[in-house]
Structures are given as C-alpha cells and as structure tokens.
C-alpha cells in the first residue's frame, strides 16, 4: 500500500525524503509573498540592519562538501556595505584554523546571516565570496589601533528578511532564558577532557592554567 511521503513504515523506520516533491506534499507550498521578498540586492533596509549589527554567521562549504558555520563579530557595522552587491567582513585574529577561508577559496558561495541584539527577525545573505587584503578596507576596519590582514568580499546575490518565529519560540532573547554559564566545565577543561587520552585525564593545574590562557587571549588578542 502506498503510504504518505514522511510517515514511518510498518517497521516503525522513518520516511527518508528523497525528493522535492515528496516534500512539497508534506509540508506545502512556498508562501507567495517568501518568494517576492528575496531581492538581488542591498537596500535601504538591509543596509540599516546590516549596519546595526554586531554579530553574523557565515556558512561555508569546501570542494568535498564538506559544510562549516563561523561566527563573526565586532561594534555594530563592522561589515562594511561597499555598495548594493558588495560587502566586506573584516577577519580577527583567532585560532588560525582557517576553516571559512580555505572553504571559499576551494567554494565561493556563502550565505550570511546578521542578527541584532534584541530583534527576533534576522537578515539573511546569500552570495559569492573572495578573500583579499586591500589596504583602504583594512584602514576603515581599524580597532583599538589594529587593522585586519585580511578580509572576506561578498558579492551579494539574494537578501532578504527572515521571519521571527526561531527567536520567538525559543525566546533567544529573553532575560529568563538566560543560563548559568557554570554549570557546564569551562572552555579549557572542555577540550582538554577531549582531547586526553583516557588513561591520562587532565589535571587540576593544567586545566587551571589552561583557563588562564584563555582568558589572557581574549583580554590581550581580540584585536
């Protein structure tokens, strides 16, 4: 007997969709005006939310496919809006993975998405990206004395506004959805319990030194 695309079979596995179709019968049509609102290019109001925005997430993918999301962060309006297809994210020193980066340079489309503290809509991005060092962007980038060595171009190919309906329902936002920081292990002692073989668990004064790195680093190389 034929059954609906999505529900479990008489083994009780579940439906692996496989095709648009299938999905499109489970979930419904694209609402018209979710079409209409992706534009092809910066606007006015992409450009005031882009320029309130202190925090974005870039996702990448390299030749393999395989998929990465880096976070990005500054003051409000780090990322600079070049003109209506153009935007520049100036790079912060970090781990020097480079995970992002080497992905664009194997597979220049991204897809950005700006949020704003206290708004429960989002912006999203889409487009193709470059890595370069230009002097005039690095200068305009400058904080607290240090400028970039590189950054990230995006040729913008699709915005648009993204509905609130994530933020709302899990209330991201919200001063009692905030959560105690301590009562998860810290960073350092995350990745150390991570990465030390069994047979040799961290110690107590190397994860405490190893918290006090970090901490170092983020007072001393945000910049």
Known sequence: MDREPGVMDDT?????????????????ETMEISVKK?????????KDFISRSPFLCIGTSGESGRADVSPRGD?????????????FIPDRPGNNRLDTMTNIIENPN????????GFDDTLRVNGKA????????????????????????VEVQEAFLHCAKAFKRSRLWDEESRQNRRE??????????QTAPPEEPPTE???KETDEF????YRTELY
């Open 184 to 193: 998860m292990p810290s960073l350092g002692r995350i990745i150390l319990e």
């Open 110 to 117: 991204v897809g950005l998405l700006f949020l704003v503290p």
């Open 214 to 217: 970090v901490e170092e680093n």
């Open 38 to 46: 992706c534009i092809p290019s910066l606007d006015k109001h992409c």
């Open 12 to 28: 009780g596995e579940a439906r692996v969709f496989e095709q648009e179709t299938d999905l499109r019968e489970t979930m419904g």
């Open 205 to 207: 004064e190397t994860v």
């Open 130 to 153: 470059t890595i370069v060092r230009d002097e005039a962007l690095a200068q305009a980038a400058v904080v607290k004395g240090k400028e970039p060595k590189v950054g990230i171009r």
């Open 75 to 87: 003051p409000p309006g780090f990322v600079q809006v070049l003109d209506d297809n153009t935007l």
